[in-house]
């Protein structure tokens, strides 16, 4: 499959949608729909972007994927603001983790950095995507995270929503570091297609960038906080509310004592960053974010994603 560069980002890697009948998106002298799925640097990340249904579908398929593994994390503004002071576990999840975009307010950020067209693929939102897919397959998942009734909860859920998708282990997310190696031993003994991790930003990222390779798990995923509304512990907000794009409002309400650095702190900072690097464009740059050698790795995993998506329309 031909990959071409994102005019706008040089490194930024798409390829074709099937999506008949949409109308494209012309950038300079190429066409591109707001459903293809890429991968767009964006400050000194590498996001893959495209319509959520596109990327459930992608994800599924990693879920078969036999000896590949795939690792697969948000990155919200609080989550940003948290790599940009611990650039040793950026870098990890850049090397191995494929990043999506989570939340409003690195939407408005990429809107000041002039990507009009990325997805906001929130875990919350994507899950029932994912879901509605894999139980066509008959997917193998493993659900760790989050206290023991609540992670039980909604293991049944799970399997009551969608019938045919096999919840073959659960675990809750308060365990001693020194159980780690015994909880691994636990998930590849259960030989689940996608292990679903709920240990809050950062500690899932730490836990999976450690043992992903001893995990033998096609799929990882790190979902934060989703089993807390997928069990019904904690409610999401109502259907207008989250049209408007105010659900942060609605949760920094309830929790304000959990949400309050993300909200008050972490997301003026960052869009602060955003407008500087509006005027400012090389300090948020794919020229600035992706040296010469990432270009190919960068190809290769929008390939790989491409072939996927052709394999299983």
Known sequence: MNI????RHPAASTFASSAGGRRAVTDGAQQLS??????????????????????ARWMVARAYAGD??????????NNYYWLC??????????????LLMDGIGMKIGG?????????????????PLVMARARQRGLRIYLLGGRNAVVHAAAAAIEARYPGVRVVGCRDGYFDPSKESDIVAS???????????GLGFPRQEEYTLRHHEA??????????GLFDFVSGAKPRAPFLIRRFKLEWLYRFMREPRLMWHRNLVAAPWFLWRALRARGAPHEMTSAHVLPRGRKAETHS????????RSAHK
């Open 4 to 7: 071409k560069a994102h005019r």
């Open 34 to 55: 707001p459903d293809d799925l890429r991968i767009v640097p964006y400050a000194d990340l590498r996001l893959l972007t495209g319509a959520p249904a596109s990327v």
């Open 111 to 127: 809107l000041l950095m002039g990507h009009h067209h990325m997805r906001d693929l929130n875990g919350t939102d994507l899950f």
């Open 215 to 224: 995990l033998a798990v096609p799929l990882i995923w790190n979902v934060g």
């Open 187 to 197: 998930i590849r003994q259960a030989a689940p297609d996608a292990l679903l991790v």
């Open 68 to 77: 590949q593994r795939t690792l697969v994390a948000h990155i919200n503004a």
């Open 85 to 98: 002071r611990n650039p040793a576990i950026r870098a990890s999840l850049l090397r191995t983790g494929v």
């Open 301 to 308: 995993m929008v390939k790989a994603v491409s072939n996927e």
